[in-house]
């Protein structure tokens, strides 16, 4: 059973910072590609950030370049995304994915609150 667990997220400041865990149980890890996505209330799910499963790959959302991180642990099996720099428009629900060809996988997702 393919199992993706966030937790991380909570309430920060303004120009604080988190940082979020994925931890991934179930699948070939490092054969994954693995992203952050978030969704905030009445909006879509967007992509903030993306670690490829081959070669150090990333891609950022233009929201949120210089400011957060994706790295990825394979001996752990874990994706990670630090947050710096918070601002309230950052405030959404926070999921991790993995995916490979056809296969993708979500967590249930963890909350980010940023208070101005």
């Known amino acids: 059973q393919v199992q993706l667990v966030e937790s991380g997220g909570g309430l920060v400041q303004s120009g604080g910072s988190l940082r979020l865990s994925c931890v991934v149980s179930?699948?070939?890890?490092?054969?994954?590609?693995m992203s952050w996505y978030r969704q905030a209330p009445g909006k879509e799910r967007e992509l903030v950030a993306h670690f490829s499963s081959f070669g150090p790959n990333t891609v950022y959302a233009d929201s949120v370049k210089g400011r957060f991180t994706i790295s990825r642990d394979n001996a752990k099996n874990t994706v990670y995304l630090q947050m710096n720099s918070l601002k309230p428009e950052d405030t959404a629900v926070y999921y991790c994915?993995?995916?490979?060809?056809?296969?993708?996988?979500w967590g249930q997702g963890t909350q980010v609150t940023v208070s101005s």
């Open positions: 994915k993995a995916a490979r060809t056809s296969a993708i996988y």
């Open positions: 179930g699948l070939a890890f490092s054969l994954y590609a």
